[in-house]
Nanobody, 124 residues
Framework: QVQLVESGGGLVQAGGSLRLSCASS????????VSWFRQAPAKEREFVAG????????NYTDSVKGRFTISRDNAKNTVYLQMNSLKAEDTAVYYC?????????????????WGQGTQVTVSS
């Protein structure tokens, strides 16, 4: 069983940076594709970024390309989301999700495990 715990959220001014972490307890994350999603108030959950098990391939939604970077440290069982040049529209609860398909990092991939989320608020 994989249990995901997100951390690193908070309040930041527009233009600032945050780094989110997604740590796994239980089974190691090395065999899983991992993605970040976000959900803003009154909006549907949306895909943000994904990374394959080895870290050699990533996928980003257009609105965060060039600003966000997803990475992973399998030795630490942790996936990161570095968020730079934050905008007010990035405000949301951010969730990480893992799929048992190690190369599957699409928005519609079958994610088997989800974290509880961490709040990111960007003030303008």
């Amino acid at each position: 069983q994989v249990q995901l715990v997100e951390s690193g959220g908070g309040l930041v001014q527009a233009g600032g940076s945050l780094r989110l972490s997604c740590a796994s307890s239980g089974r190691p994350l090395i065999n899983y594709g991992v993605s970040w999603f976000r959900q803003a108030p009154a909006k549907e959950r949306e895909f943000v970024a994904g990374i394959v098990w080895s870290g050699t391939m990533t996928n980003y939604t257009d609105s965060v390309k060039g600003r966000f970077t997803i990475s992973r440290d399998n030795a630490k069982n942790t996936v990161y989301l570095q968020m730079n040049s934050l905008k007010a529209e990035d405000t949301a609860v951010y969730y990480c999700a893992a799929t048992e398909l190690p190369y599957s990092i699409r928005p519609d991939s079958p994610y088997n495990y989800w974290g509880q989320g961490t709040q990111v608020t960007v003030s303008s």
